[in-house]
């Protein structure tokens, strides 16, 4: 993964120059969510796997901060026992439900409160994989 040419990409799709005062550890994030695909979903412990972090939590304040919001979908992005977590700093409310909304525009479906469709989850591999170090 090229954090550097990701943010590029994305300060282009956006038009602006928005990064300037994110942490490298946010670029990680975005980029990480950038690669979760319309109609899927991704939990926060699988980000931080993605990233070779151990904190959900770290991953849920970076998405908290995403400025480059639909671009980067933190939509997609669940919590590990397949509920919405959280939205646009929210747990509750109108973020929830429009979260919920985005999420089902895009066929992923929630019934009472969790993901129906556990085939959704995306997984991409861990950093330094068996994989990466054979290439």
Known sequence: MDVAREMR???CVMGVEKDGALTDFQRKVYAVVSQIPKGRVMTYQGVARALGCRSCQAVGQALKRNPFAPTVPCHRVIKSDF??????GAWQGDELVRKMKLLADEGVIFENGRLQNP??????????????KQK
């Open 9 to 11: 990409d994305l300060r």
């Open 83 to 88: 509920s919405l977590g959280g939205f646009a």
């Open 119 to 132: 085939e959704l989850i995306v997984v991409l591999p861990l950093p330094n994989s068996t994989a990466e």
